[in-house]
């Protein structure tokens, strides 16, 4: 249809130009419309010309048996961090490891039990999945503290890890639980579109919420629900997650390039843009995550966010990827206002994003789009000319499998580099991006939250364009291995000597045990064999080791650069779920969990792959899929 459109369109110019008595106004509609028409047709043609560039794989000289020495040790941290938790604060929530204390602080049901249950089940812990049980049976999940529960975090920390505690253990109690809990969280669809509200009382079975509310708390159940509506037959839980995903699907993404923005309303269901961001960051950052996971959850039927998907990560690399100035390191940040100007805030949280990248680059046939069943042209239909060029250019001049890969590599590079700067050997919470050699003090001081100054410069896109076009020389921009740079004590203070910048100075200095750059050196490692993830995982490793640990387990710390460090009074569950899992995962010969037959949820609660069977498409009305 496009090529006979195409014919036509050239015919009529050659008419135009033959055709005197036309103006030029009409030439220049003809012309605009040609290349518009040539674009879509090239598109639909397939990648042309297309830019592949081979890396190199490492290999490390450690051999197998040490990879299962350092997983043991890994396992032996969580057994000594678990076990302090269940001696001074179960069955409350978490740990207060400074102090041997405890504290509820996510709904006083034991969150910590809920979020360790596949950690254990991985690591041949029988004896505390165990002892676990009778606490998770006597759970009353109508007494909560406060009472309204967050339901975002409920789903993620509980309800998923009651799932994959189920999945990997066959033991009933942890489905029949799940379902329970999950009874007494429906009052949080109360609203208008079907969005979650914030959250939700149990006792009461009642939401509330604000009508505005974040991306991430109202698009990061999908997963949860669609894998609760396999296990139990129930389209109750089907829907929740549907109604989900086509609000997401039918929402006007108009003015953010078909990537979902952060603020949306829960009345309309449509984003809400009195106040415009995109961000892979905490306000956003999992529902980007189970655009891609709902899709390989449900053995790659699920249309709708796997478009979603390649939409969203059109917009990022063309958009919000940036190269510092002197090291030319590869980051992400958020866009904001009306203008979206970049905040040069880059969120350890979004250290997601490179594993998210090498998960899809691994799991889907990216240079291959239309094995999916996917027509690139209806991707960059309805935008704007300069981004639908800018998408033209990205799917037709680069295989997008290996961009994907590239993007996953130096971002995956600068969140561990902001570990390996430090001499504690841990990252910061935040850090805001130079724009251009830096001359003073390291700690950043700004009471404009980041966004002053020049915003023109360091377009990752632009830089990679212009690398195509010179030739594609060298590895391209943002990839090339670059060594740690540690400051001492005057560079701090002053700025760093000469030709010794980082690129960055630290927003939010502490060290909170998380888990997103070991997340993606996981993904990193399983994906491409290349050992150096690996080892950079180990050396994180070794500092929480050497700066975290405490009499009764494993502490964050306040001041990342401090020698040494002050530590804080918090032992996060996620530490046990996430940060210590992958930890595990990495370090094992063995493949525990292969990407192609589970999926994790945005808290490392994996849940296996499966299929809708055809009864199970006829009752939730999905007839229409293959």
């Not at 043991?72 to 207060?96: C, T």
């Not at 974040?214 to 549907?242: I, P, R």
Request: charged letters at 20%; glycine letters at 6%; one cysteine or more.
């Amino acid at each position: 249809m496009l090529a006979t459109t195409f014919s036509k369109a050239s015919v009529a110019w050659r008419n135009t130009l033959s055709n005197k008595r036309l103006g030029f106004r009409y030439l220049g509609f003809a012309s605009g419309s040609l290349m518009v028409l040539y674009m879509l047709y090239s598109i639909s043609r397939g990648p042309t010309d297309v830019l592949s560039i081979s890396r190199e794989i490492f290999k490390s000289s450690t051999s197998p048996a040490v990879w299962e020495m350092r997983a043991e040790q890994v396992k032996q941290a969580f057994v000594h961090a678990y076990h302090g938790y269940e001696q001074y604060a179960a069955p409350h929530d978490e740990l207060l490891p400074m102090t041997a204390g405890m504290i509820d602080n996510f709904n006083g049901w034991g969150v910590s039990i809920y979020d360790s249950l596949d950690t254990m089940l991985l690591m041949d812990l029988d004896d505390e999945f165990k002892r676990a049980l009778p606490l998770i049976e006597r759970t009353n999940f109508t007494d909560a503290t406060p009472e309204y529960v967050p339901f975002f975090e409920t789903v993620i920390r509980y309800l998923g890890g009651l799932l994959s505690g189920y999945a990997m253990s066959g033991e009933k109690l942890l489905l029949n639980r799940a379902e329970d809990m999950t009874k007494l969280l429906a009052g949080a669809f109360d609203s208008q579109s079907g969005l979650p509200l914030y959250s939700v009382s149990t006792a009461a079975e009642r939401g509330k919420g604000n009508e505005i509310s974040v991306l991430a708390e109202v698009a990061s159940c999908q997963l949860e629900y669609a894998y609760l509506a396999k296990l139990t037959g129930k389209k109750e839980y089907f829907d929740n997650a549907y109604t989900i995903i086509r609000a997401l699907e039918n929402a006007d993404l108009s003015t953010t390039g078909g990537m979902l923005p952060t603020r949306w309303n829960v009345t309309s269901g449509q984003p809400w843009h009195n106040m415009l961001q995109v961000s892979v960051g905490a306000a956003a950052d999992s529902a980007h995550e189970y655009l891609l996971k709902q899709y390989l959850m449900e053995a790659r039927h699920d249309r709708a966010s796997l478009e979603l998907y390649l939409r969203t990560t059109n917009y990022i690399i063309t958009n919000l990827l940036f190269i510092s100035p002197v090291r030319h390191l590869l980051y992400v940040t958020d866009l904001q206002s009306s203008t979206l100007v970049p905040s040069r805030i880059m969120e350890h949280l979004s250290c997601f994003l490179p594993g998210l990248l090498a998960l899809g680059a691994h799991q889907l046939p990216l240079d291959r789009l239309s094995d999916l069943g996917i027509s690139v042209s209806d991707l960059v239909a309805d935008l704007p000319s300069d981004l639908r060029h800018k998408y033209y250019t990205l799917l037709t001049k680069y295989n997008l499998r290996d961009l994907h890969m590239w993007a996953a590599e130096g971002i995956a590079q600068t969140c561990w580099l902001t570990y390996a700067d430090q001499k504690s050997g841990l990252g910061p919470d935040e850090v805001v991006m130079d724009i251009a050699p830096r001359s003073g003090s390291e700690f950043y001081q700004d009471h404009t939250n980041g966004r002053e100054g020049d915003w023109g410069a360091g377009s990752w896109f632009e830089a990679l364009e212009k690398w195509r076009k010179s030739g594609a020389r060298g590895a391209p921009p943002g990839t090339a291995d670059r060594p740690p740079v540690t400051y001492d004590e005057d560079e701090r203070r002053k700025g760093p000597r000469p030709n010794h910048s980082r690129d960055y100075a630290t927003r939010k200095p502490a060290y909170l045990l998380r888990p997103e750059t070991l997340e993606s050196l996981y993904l990193m490692w399983r994906t491409t064999g290349d050992e150096r993830w690996r080892e950079r995982a180990w050396g994180i490793f070794e500092a929480i080791e050497r700066e975290c640990k405490t009499a009764t387990g494993y502490a964050v710390v306040k001041v990342v650069h401090q020698d040494p460090v002050v530590l804080g009074n918090s032992m996060p569950s996620y530490f046990l779920a996430e940060t210590l899992k992958y930890l595990y995962l990495t370090f094992k010969n063995e493949d525990l969990v292969p990407l192609d037959k589970w999926v994790f949820n945005t808290e490392a609660h994996p849940f296996q792959v499966f299929n809708w069977t055809t009864s199970e498409r006829r009752k939730f009305g999905l007839s229409q899929w293959p």
